[in-house]
């Protein structure tokens, strides 16, 4: 805590000081132009990553960046992603996943259901693509743990995609060509980022130059 504390008094004293104006006009209302929604792993630092000031991301984190289906809204991402398309016009919404995830492994080790219950509840998010690939993986049996959560990371992107396109808000945008999707996996070990190649199908490193939409079936 105490981290935290020290932390908070270099903000006031060095680093307010030299954006006041920036904070200033942030006081006023925001305007980001992405909604990024990735994992609650206190790893993954998106301000950081992307060099971003205050108020250009629009962050949603949750556990394994789960995005559940529209008819689910009691954990808060329903309401929060319409609201990022509806009431602050974002244009870009991307999945961004990461290396080693807990969450992840725990829904392919399933290790912790007796001790997690709230855990093991959220992750039947993860979609009938990831449950697909947990099967395929049990009856495998050759396939390293390593192999097995990178495909299973890769598959979860997919799986919230498309959960994702499912919600009215962005579905709307879309269709307008107003909003664009990406799917992308971050690698906490070498800080590259992979991603959604709409043509291949495969994860490649991300390009500095736009990329674009994804179409999701």
């Known amino acids: 805590m105490q981290r935290l504390l020290d932390g908070y008094a270099r903000f006031r004293t060095e680093v307010f000081p030299h954006h006041s104006s920036l904070f200033a006009q942030l006081a006023r209302g925001q305007k980001p132009e992405v909604c990024f929604i990735t994992c609650s792993d206190s790893r993954v630092m998106p301000e950081m990553i992307f060099q971003c000031e205050p108020g250009q991301i629009f962050p949603i984190r949750t556990a394994g960046n789960l995005v559940p289906p529209p008819g689910e809204s009691h954990s808060g991402v329903t309401a929060t992603v319409e609201y990022a398309v509806k009431g602050l016009k974002v244009t870009d919404i991307v999945v961004c996943g990461h290396s080693g995830c807990g969450a992840m492994k725990e829904f392919l080790e399933r290790k912790h259901v007796d001790e997690l219950p709230a855990v093991h509840a959220w992750l039947r998010h993860a979609g009938p693509s990831s449950k697909w690939l947990r099967g395929l993986f049990e009856q495998a049996g050759d396939i390293s743990p390593e192999k097995q959560l990178e495909l299973l990371t ?3 992107i997919l799986a919230q995609l498309n959960h994702l396109a499912q919600h009215s808000a962005v579905a709307e945008g879309l269709a307008s060509g107003t909003l664009r999707l ?12 992979l991603s959604l190649d709409t043509d291949s199908g495969a994860f490649l490193p991300l390009s500095v130059e736009p990329e674009p939409a994804l179409h999701i079936a």
Request: aromatic content about 14%.
């Open 154 to 156: 890769q598959a979860n």
């Open 182 to 193: 990406h799917g992308w996996i971050y690698d906490i070990a070498t800080g590259e980022i």
